[in-house]
């Protein structure tokens, strides 16, 4: 689960695949959601996994003299992983693995990228190789990316130009750093246009930018009020059982996997789809609209600058709402819209955030406000745990592309309980790897109950405790013990562990925060526990 979320985060940064090296059978099992997670991320990563010897007796060197190698012997290994892969190979002979991986290395690499998953006996992996040989990398390179047919263009821009309450829906294009700008100047070229981000995945659109509506697990009402959509490399763009697009809204699809290919239901229409690079395709309509006189003519009626006006004053209006929501409560206790801002605050304005705060993540997004591309990183996977490893894979990442920056991580509780601290903070002072962690302490699994009143929105399931649906983390683990013990006593080499607090109040947070920051700036991991107030059901009391 560690290894490949920390390959999983190098990815997310660089665009280039790490390789794992896992053992056979039960290393494949340890994988575990970081598979899931890679998947749906779009993460490109390259594991190799032995195979058990397929010889007993000696009969040619590697063969079978363990007692393991029977009982790892799976029917179907490659079958664990299958599902979540883009390529499955297999090295059957010393003379062409060389090939075989840089076959592997193009599906990973290759849009939509992903997974990929090698394995190789024993025997194969012994086997000499009389005449070594080279091979010419690149010539095995990653296709290269699509762009929009000019009909797709000119329907496109044509549908959002004469649209009354034109949206786009995204959520990984800002994975392409470029892809923020362009989508920019899309939506100052067309007033009114405004941008959704439905799976927070990467930074995408700036949330200082009036169109911004901000992120949202694909549940809003801008959904039911647009009549052109363009959804723009994006899986769930609305729940069609809570907030379906209008009956009569235009929706068109650009995605390098607009049928959702890894997914066995995917039933979002459009009346137009189209397989192409979301960098390409906004270049494309932002060129077509300089110099198409028509649509310029028609972006010179004053009904663009009133729509414009209005998403202005509206934005304000938002902007400082979240600024309220973050005022210290009146008790100085913790919510997350005042643990959101203060983060923010202390941190330097280059920061990149790795997000899995669950039920928090919203409100964090909110707060947190990213401006800069990169600077937002989520797994869009629902596989708890990835943001431990990932944070030490994307620091190890900046640091080797040679743009060092404060990596931090907000993690809700349960969550850091799933991404296996012990081996992310044994692996970060091992090998001097600071990460800033914020562990979101609200008592419990939160989730579960939303989903469950969403449901069943019974007088009975509403009025339940977290304990008495056995969601609750009350009692709550020591976090930051958990992390200190399994750093160590020194950190990358420095004379002192890892740096561990616990708030509980508004003070105390501002204070610790500080503090952790500047440890991590000289090269010490830092976590803090921020303890949330919260009642039986999970909900905020903070300030009540």
Known sequence: MVALSIADGWARVTGRPQAVIVHVDVGTQ?????????????????????????????????????????????????AIVRQYC?????????????????RAMQFASSDPKGPVYLVGAREVLAEKVEEPYTLNQEKFGPIGPAALPQTAVETIAGALVHAKSPLIITGYSGRNHSCPQQLVQLVDTIPGLRVFDTGGSDMCFPLSHP??????????????????????????????????????????????????????????????????????????????????????????????VQRGQRLKEK???????????????????????????????????????????????????????????????????????????????????????????????????????????????????????????????????????????????SEQALNASNKEMHISLDPSPDYGGIARAAAGREFGGLKQGLFAGKASTTAELGDMLKEAVNCVMSGRGALIEAVLSVGDKGESKAGI
């Not at 390259?46 to 007796?57: D, K, N």
């Not at 883009?86 to 075989?100: D, N």
């Open 30 to 78: 340890a994988l575990g959601a970081a598979m899931h997670n890679a998947n749906t991320g779009r993460c490109p990563v390259l594991i190799f996994a032995g195979l058990c010897p397929f010889t007993e007796s000696g009969e040619i060197q590697g063969s079978r003299t363990e007692y393991q190698h029977w009982l790892q012997d799976a029917p179907d290994q490659k």
């Open 86 to 102: 883009r390529y499955i190979g297999e090295l059957r002979t010393a003379r062409t693995v060389k090939e075989t991986v840089a």
């Open 211 to 304: 169109s911004a509506v901000g992120f949202r697990l694909s549940f809003d009402p801008v959904t039911t009020e647009a009549d052109v959509i363009l959804i723009l490399d994006c899986d769930v763009p609305w729940i069609p059982s809570r907030n379906p697009p209008r009956k009569d809204a235009r929706i068109y699809h650009v995605d390098v996997d607009p049928l959702n290919a890894t997914m066995g239901i995917s039933f979002f229409p459009a009346h137009g789809r189209w397989r192409a690079d979301s960098y390409a395709a906004l270049t494309q309509l932002n060129k077509h609209l300089a110099v198409t006189p028509a649509l310029r003519q028609a972006l010179r009626d004053p009904i663009y």
């Open 315 to 457: 934005h304000v209006a938002r902007l400082r709402s979240f600024a309220k929501l973050a005022n210290p409560p009146l008790d100085s206790s913790l919510n997350i819209h005042h643990v959101g801002a203060a983060i923010k605050a202390a941190v330097p304005s280059d920061t990149v955030f790795v997000v899995e705060a669950a039920t928090c993540s919203m409100d964090l997004s909110d707060q947190l406000q990213a401006e800069l591309p990169g600077s937002w990183i989520n797994s869009n996977g629902a596989g708890l745990g990835w943001s431990g490893g990932a944070a030490l894979g994307v620091k190890l990442a900046l640091d080797a592309s040679g743009r060092p920056k404060l990596v931090c991580q907000v993690v809700g509780d349960g969550t850091f309980l799933f991404s296996v601290p012990s081996s992310v903070y044994w692996i970060a002072a091992r090998y001097g790897i600071p990460v800033l962690t914020i562990v979101l302490n609200n008592k419990g699994w939160n989730a579960p109950r939303r989903s469950l009143e969403l449901v069943q929105p």
